[in-house]
Protein backbone atom coordinates (compact mmCIF):
# COMPACT_ATOMS: atom_id res chain seq x y z
CA UNK A 1 0.00 0.00 0.00
CA UNK A 2 1.31 3.29 -0.50
CA UNK A 3 2.55 5.56 2.20
CA UNK A 4 3.20 9.07 3.60
CA UNK A 5 7.28 9.52 3.98
CA UNK A 6 8.48 12.18 6.48
CA UNK A 7 12.11 12.81 6.95
CA UNK A 8 13.83 13.77 9.15
CA UNK A 9 12.49 11.25 11.65
CA UNK A 10 14.08 13.41 14.65
CA UNK A 11 14.67 16.89 14.06
CA UNK A 12 16.62 18.85 16.86
CA UNK A 13 16.93 22.57 16.92
CA UNK A 14 17.95 25.65 19.07
CA UNK A 15 15.20 28.09 19.75
CA UNK A 16 14.41 30.79 17.56
CA UNK A 17 16.12 28.80 14.32
CA UNK A 18 13.75 27.81 11.53
CA UNK A 19 12.84 24.40 10.56
CA UNK A 20 11.78 22.91 7.42
CA UNK A 21 9.86 19.39 7.88
CA UNK A 22 9.15 17.41 4.48
CA UNK A 23 6.60 15.12 3.38
CA UNK A 24 6.19 13.34 0.30
CA UNK A 25 2.67 12.61 0.33
CA UNK A 26 0.83 9.61 -1.59
CA UNK A 27 0.81 10.45 -5.35
CA UNK A 28 -2.60 10.30 -6.20
CA UNK A 29 -3.86 12.21 -3.75
CA UNK A 30 -5.15 16.10 -3.82
CA UNK A 31 -5.22 17.37 -0.43
CA UNK A 32 -2.34 17.41 1.95
CA UNK A 33 -2.21 18.12 5.82
CA UNK A 34 -0.03 19.17 8.79
CA UNK A 35 -0.76 17.60 12.13
CA UNK A 36 0.66 18.22 15.66
CA UNK A 37 1.19 15.61 18.44
CA UNK A 38 2.25 17.24 21.97
CA UNK A 39 3.43 14.15 23.76
CA UNK A 40 1.01 12.38 25.90
CA UNK A 41 -1.97 14.22 24.11
CA UNK A 42 -4.15 14.18 21.13
CA UNK A 43 -3.20 14.49 17.59
CA UNK A 44 -4.35 18.62 16.72
CA UNK A 45 -5.09 19.60 13.35
CA UNK A 46 -2.87 22.82 11.71
CA UNK A 47 -3.67 22.95 8.17
CA UNK A 48 -4.94 21.72 4.98
CA UNK A 49 -3.82 22.25 1.46
CA UNK A 50 -5.17 21.75 -1.99
CA UNK A 51 -5.14 23.03 -5.50
CA UNK A 52 -1.52 24.63 -4.26
CA UNK A 53 -3.06 26.77 -1.50
CA UNK A 54 -4.48 26.42 2.01
CA UNK A 55 -7.86 25.57 2.38
CA UNK A 56 -8.43 25.35 6.13
CA UNK A 57 -5.96 26.00 9.22
CA UNK A 58 -6.44 25.92 13.20
CA UNK A 59 -5.90 28.71 15.65
CA UNK A 60 -2.35 26.94 16.07
CA UNK A 61 -1.37 27.43 12.66
CA UNK A 62 -0.12 31.56 13.17
CA UNK A 63 2.52 33.75 11.15
CA UNK A 64 5.74 31.28 12.52
CA UNK A 65 4.32 28.69 10.07
CA UNK A 66 3.93 28.37 6.16
CA UNK A 67 3.41 25.27 3.97
CA UNK A 68 4.69 24.61 0.56
CA UNK A 69 4.54 22.35 -2.28
CA UNK A 70 7.52 23.45 -3.97
CA UNK A 71 7.54 20.55 -6.54
CA UNK A 72 5.40 18.14 -7.78
CA UNK A 73 6.10 15.37 -4.92
CA UNK A 74 7.00 17.16 -1.94
CA UNK A 75 5.05 19.07 0.88
CA UNK A 76 6.52 21.07 3.90
CA UNK A 77 5.91 22.81 7.13
CA UNK A 78 8.00 25.71 8.04
CA UNK A 79 8.18 27.38 11.24
CA UNK A 80 10.30 30.61 11.30
CA UNK A 81 11.50 30.72 14.78
CA UNK A 82 10.92 28.02 16.87
CA UNK A 83 10.03 28.16 20.59
CA UNK A 84 10.21 25.88 23.22
CA UNK A 85 6.19 24.68 22.47
CA UNK A 86 7.54 24.13 19.13
CA UNK A 87 8.03 20.34 20.58
CA UNK A 88 5.81 17.71 18.95
CA UNK A 89 5.52 15.12 16.81
CA UNK A 90 4.30 16.44 13.38
CA UNK A 91 2.31 14.41 11.17
CA UNK A 92 1.89 14.99 7.45
CA UNK A 93 -1.43 13.39 5.93
CA UNK A 94 -2.63 13.22 2.46
CA UNK A 95 -5.76 12.01 0.82
CA UNK A 96 -7.89 12.45 -2.33
CA UNK A 97 -10.80 13.88 -0.41
CA UNK A 98 -12.76 14.19 2.95
CA UNK A 99 -12.40 10.34 4.05
CA UNK A 100 -9.93 7.81 4.63
CA UNK A 101 -6.11 9.64 5.61
CA UNK A 102 -2.89 8.38 5.69
CA UNK A 103 -0.26 9.74 8.36
CA UNK A 104 3.18 9.63 7.95
CA UNK A 105 5.18 8.00 11.26
CA UNK A 106 6.24 11.65 12.07
CA UNK A 107 9.04 13.84 12.24
CA UNK A 108 9.92 14.41 16.01
CA UNK A 109 10.49 18.07 16.74
CA UNK A 110 13.06 18.88 19.94
CA UNK A 111 13.58 22.42 20.40
CA UNK A 112 16.13 22.67 23.16
CA UNK B 1 -15.57 24.64 21.89
CA UNK B 2 -16.79 21.47 21.08
CA UNK B 3 -14.68 18.47 21.06
CA UNK B 4 -14.14 14.60 20.93
CA UNK B 5 -13.41 12.80 24.30
CA UNK B 6 -13.11 9.62 25.40
CA UNK B 7 -15.08 7.79 28.77
CA UNK B 8 -11.59 4.98 29.62
CA UNK B 9 -7.90 6.35 28.83
CA UNK B 10 -6.97 2.82 29.25
CA UNK B 11 -8.33 -0.49 28.40
CA UNK B 12 -6.87 -3.99 29.65
CA UNK B 13 -8.45 -7.10 28.22
CA UNK B 14 -7.28 -10.76 27.81
CA UNK B 15 -6.09 -12.22 24.55
CA UNK B 16 -9.08 -13.45 23.01
CA UNK B 17 -11.58 -11.71 24.45
CA UNK B 18 -13.60 -8.91 22.61
CA UNK B 19 -12.63 -5.19 23.51
CA UNK B 20 -14.73 -2.01 23.39
CA UNK B 21 -13.68 1.38 23.27
CA UNK B 22 -15.63 4.19 23.91
CA UNK B 23 -15.94 7.86 22.36
CA UNK B 24 -18.52 10.81 23.24
CA UNK B 25 -18.77 13.63 20.96
CA UNK B 26 -20.67 16.89 21.17
CA UNK B 27 -20.87 18.45 18.06
CA UNK B 28 -24.06 17.40 16.47
CA UNK B 29 -23.43 18.51 13.20
CA UNK B 30 -20.92 16.16 13.29
CA UNK B 31 -21.89 13.91 10.53
CA UNK B 32 -18.42 11.94 9.73
CA UNK B 33 -16.25 9.50 12.07
CA UNK B 34 -13.02 7.30 11.94
CA UNK B 35 -11.40 5.39 14.33
CA UNK B 36 -7.71 5.63 14.13
CA UNK B 37 -4.93 3.19 15.52
CA UNK B 38 -1.24 4.90 16.93
CA UNK B 39 1.44 2.38 17.54
CA UNK B 40 4.63 3.43 19.45
CA UNK B 41 6.22 5.83 17.02
CA UNK B 42 4.13 5.36 13.94
CA UNK B 43 1.63 7.86 12.72
CA UNK B 44 -2.29 7.20 13.00
CA UNK B 45 -3.75 4.56 11.35
CA UNK B 46 -6.65 4.23 9.57
CA UNK B 47 -9.27 1.37 11.06
CA UNK B 48 -12.80 2.14 10.31
CA UNK B 49 -15.17 5.03 9.29
CA UNK B 50 -18.77 5.51 9.41
CA UNK B 51 -21.12 8.53 8.06
CA UNK B 52 -24.01 9.70 10.09
CA UNK B 53 -26.66 7.94 8.08
CA UNK B 54 -25.25 4.68 9.37
CA UNK B 55 -25.33 3.10 12.73
CA UNK B 56 -23.07 -0.09 12.24
CA UNK B 57 -20.26 -0.95 10.10
CA UNK B 58 -18.13 -3.86 9.86
CA UNK B 59 -14.62 -4.73 8.82
CA UNK B 60 -12.14 -7.41 9.46
CA UNK B 61 -12.53 -7.74 13.21
CA UNK B 62 -13.61 -4.38 13.97
CA UNK B 63 -17.02 -2.72 13.91
CA UNK B 64 -18.23 0.89 14.56
CA UNK B 65 -21.35 1.61 16.08
CA UNK B 66 -22.65 5.08 16.04
CA UNK B 67 -25.53 6.26 18.28
CA UNK B 68 -26.50 9.73 17.59
CA UNK B 69 -29.31 10.33 20.05
CA UNK B 70 -26.07 10.10 22.81
CA UNK B 71 -23.41 11.38 20.70
CA UNK B 72 -21.82 8.27 21.30
CA UNK B 73 -19.34 5.96 19.19
CA UNK B 74 -17.51 2.56 19.80
CA UNK B 75 -15.53 0.70 18.15
CA UNK B 76 -15.28 -2.94 19.08
CA UNK B 77 -12.47 -5.54 18.23
CA UNK B 78 -13.04 -9.22 18.04
CA UNK B 79 -10.88 -11.55 19.36
CA UNK B 80 -8.13 -8.99 20.71
CA UNK B 81 -4.33 -9.98 19.46
CA UNK B 82 -1.12 -8.99 20.68
CA UNK B 83 -0.87 -6.90 17.67
CA UNK B 84 -3.91 -4.47 18.57
CA UNK B 85 -2.30 -3.12 21.83
CA UNK B 86 -1.72 0.55 20.56
CA UNK B 87 -3.60 3.77 20.81
CA UNK B 88 -6.69 4.17 19.43
CA UNK B 89 -8.38 7.70 18.87
CA UNK B 90 -12.10 8.33 17.60
CA UNK B 91 -12.15 11.88 15.06
CA UNK B 92 -15.03 13.64 14.27
CA UNK B 93 -15.63 15.17 10.77
CA UNK B 94 -18.54 18.32 10.27
CA UNK B 95 -20.07 18.52 7.06
CA UNK B 96 -16.45 16.64 4.79
CA UNK B 97 -14.97 19.49 5.93
CA UNK B 98 -11.16 19.09 6.14
CA UNK B 99 -10.38 19.35 10.12
CA UNK B 100 -10.80 16.44 11.48
CA UNK B 101 -11.10 16.96 15.63
CA UNK B 102 -9.57 14.08 17.59
CA UNK B 103 -10.28 12.53 20.79
CA UNK B 104 -7.50 12.27 24.04
CA UNK B 105 -7.31 8.78 22.89
CA UNK B 106 -7.61 5.28 24.50
CA UNK B 107 -4.48 3.02 25.10
CA UNK B 108 -4.96 -0.73 24.47
CA UNK B 109 -2.96 -3.16 26.50
CA UNK B 110 -3.82 -7.12 25.58
CA UNK B 111 -2.33 -9.41 28.09
CA UNK B 112 -1.38 -12.88 27.35
Known amino acids: EPEVTQTPSHQVTQMGQEVILRCVPI?????FYWYRQILGQKVEFLVSFYNNEISEKSEIFDDQFSVERPDGSNFTLKIRSTKLEDSAMYFC??????????FGDGTRLSIL | GESVGLHLPTLSVQEGDNSIINCAYS??????FIWYKQESGKGPQFIID?????DKRQGQRVTVLLNKTVKHLSLQIAATQPGDSAVYFCAENVDYGQNFVFGPGTRLSVLP
Open chain 1, 27 to 31: SNHLY
Open chain 1, 93 to 102: ASDQGPGKRH
Open chain 2, 50 to 54: IRSNM
Open chain 2, 27 to 32: NSASDY
